[in-house]
């Protein structure tokens, strides 16, 4: 298998290959964010760069300049410092950086300003990151109106400025089988973490001991953050789409729903399993979870090459509208109700979502207007839900407060689909017989 540095470096001759001629494409590494005085937050690399690069480090720019002869790759990076790598850890510095990182060259950070527009000059097109973050914008524009005061003497300052998301948005949905194979690792850990909160589960804990958990199994697993803040919605906390505050009381007859995923190598994992706090399923909860569990499960089968990408969304309308119409929460005629979108009263998200290094990671999902098709290598989540508020006077009060999503990570292959994300019990059966296990198990 290939290493992640080998892996940067077929990247970045892929997307020079591609960049139009006479051109520089300029990245910078993510700023490391003061928390307080002289605290910072944990520090999480620009996927971007991450992706060009492999490197982890803040205070670095990556240039990449297709034909030139001393060099097409040239970083900028922090030197080695023997006071700092004492209170903040070992730096790489340019020297090392050239052999680790497989570039040509590198440089001080310190010494950008003096060396870099000399690299743009000569170039008719810059592409950056355009509009995401203004001190970067502003730097560029700093760095080019240098060239620009020498034109007089000559010097020739670029006259495009190209956005450089695209090529490389395209080149990240396409997963190569190293990203997979982390992909599947990130599934794997977060899989085993809903099992274990699932494990303890029961009626009087709080949301965040369940919390404690996936944490406890991300960490003790090598991941070193989640993928996003976790989700732990017990009982109607669960009707609220991005709950994060993790910290009501579970509830006797509630359902939880848990949507958590750990990053892995930079790589997120997203699942969300939902189930009953007390271990059994009421009547009302069963019928509403197996609507869902049918809609993702025809989803997930609708995904393979070829297939648009809204198709398996589809697919979640139709079953949830059939079964909200047969459970009598909607009333009417099933198409008539698809087209008029009465099924968002109680399912107001999409089905799905591109997955990758970022949870909501990058990509079109439309080309020319139209829904882009699925191609091998692209990695989609599957995840339909059923909300039904608490105060929704519209339905019968049994259904009111009762939140569902089930959310798996599925790779489209060359014959079909793989779930990344399989290992948490799902089926209502799965569920309840996995959770009384786990009593019996505790009692004993
Ligand atoms: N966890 C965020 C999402 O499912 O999209
Ligand atoms: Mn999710
Ligand atoms: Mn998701």
């Given amino acids: 298998m290939t290493s992640i540095h080998e892996e940067a470096a077929r ?7 591609q960049m139009e001629p006479d051109s520089i494409a300029l990245l910078s590494a993510a700023p490391q964010c003061t928390r307080s005085n002289d605290t910072e937050y944990p520090y999480r690399q ?3 760069f991450y992706y060009l690069t492999g490197f982890v480090e ?3 720019v990556l240039a990449l300049i297709p034909g030139r002869e001393q060099g097409e790759v040239v970083l900028f990076c922090q030197e080695k410092d023997k006071t700092r790598e004492l209170w903040t850890g070992v730096l790489t510095g340019p020297e090392q950086a050239v052999s680790r990182l497989l570039i040509d060259d590198a440089f001080p950070i310190g010494d950008i300003d003096d060396i ?3 690299l743009i000059e000569g170039r008719q097109r810059v592409y950056y990151s355009m509009g995401k973050d203004s001190r970067w914008d502003q730097r560029i524009m700093d760095w080019v109106n240098v060239i620009r005061g020498k034109a007089r003497q000559g010097a020739h300052p670029p006259g495009e400025f190209l956005v450089l998301d695209h090529l490389l948005n395209e080149m990240r949905l396409i997963k190569s089988p190293l990203e997979i194979k982390l992909m599947e690792k990130a599934g794997a850990i977060s899989a085993q973490a809903h099992k274990r909160a699932m494990a303890v589960c029961r009626p009087g804990l709080h949301e965040y001991h369940l919390e404690a958990e996936l944490l406890h199994e991300f960490v003790r697993s090598g991941s070193r953050a989640p993928a996003y803040n976790n989700i732990v919605a017990g009982g109607a906390n669960a009707c609220i ?4 505050e993790n910290t009501a009381v579970l509830k006797d007859g509630d359902l939880v729903l848990i949507d958590a995923g ?3 190598d930079y790589y997120a994992a997203d699942i969300t399993r939902t189930f009953p706090v007390n271990g059994r399923f009421s009547t009302q909860q069963k019928a509403l979870y197996e609507i869902v569990l049918e809609a993702q499960l025809q989803a997930i089968k609708a995904v393979k090459p070829g297939v648009a990408w809204d198709e398996p969304h589809n697919v979640t309308v139709r079953i949830i509208t059939e079964g909200l119409v047969r459970l009598g929460l909607l009333q009417g005629n099933v198409q008539e109700l698809i ?3 009465a099924y968002k009263a109680f399912y107001m998200h999409r089905a799905g979502h591109w997955l990758g290094i970022d949870v909501h990671d990058v990509g079109d999902y439309k ?4 829904w882009r098709l699925m191609e091998p290598g692209m990695v989609t989540t599957i995840e339909p839900g059923i909300y039904v508020a608490p105060d929704n006077m519209d339905v019968d009060s049994k259904w009111r407060g009762i939140g569902i999503r089930i959310e798996d990570d599925v790779l489209v292959t060359r014959t079909g689909h793989r779930i990344l994300s399989a290992g948490a019990p799902k089926t209502v059966e799965e569920i309840e017989s996995f959770m009384a296990q786990a009593r019996a198990q505790a009692v004993a």
């Avoid at 789409?241 to 994060?244: A, E, G």
């Avoid at 080309?367 to 139209?370: L, T």
Wanted: charged share 35%; glycine share 6%; proline share 3%.
């Fill in 116 to 118: 870099l527009p000399g």
């Fill in 58 to 60: 803040h205070d670095a």
């Fill in 367 to 370: 080309i020319d207007d139209k």
């Fill in 46 to 48: 620009n996927s971007d």
């Fill in 241 to 244: 789409l991005h709950y994060v």
């Fill in 262 to 264: 750990c990053e892995f």
């Fill in 339 to 341: 087209s008029r979108g």
């Fill in 11 to 17: 990247r970045r001759k892929e997307l020079m290959q």
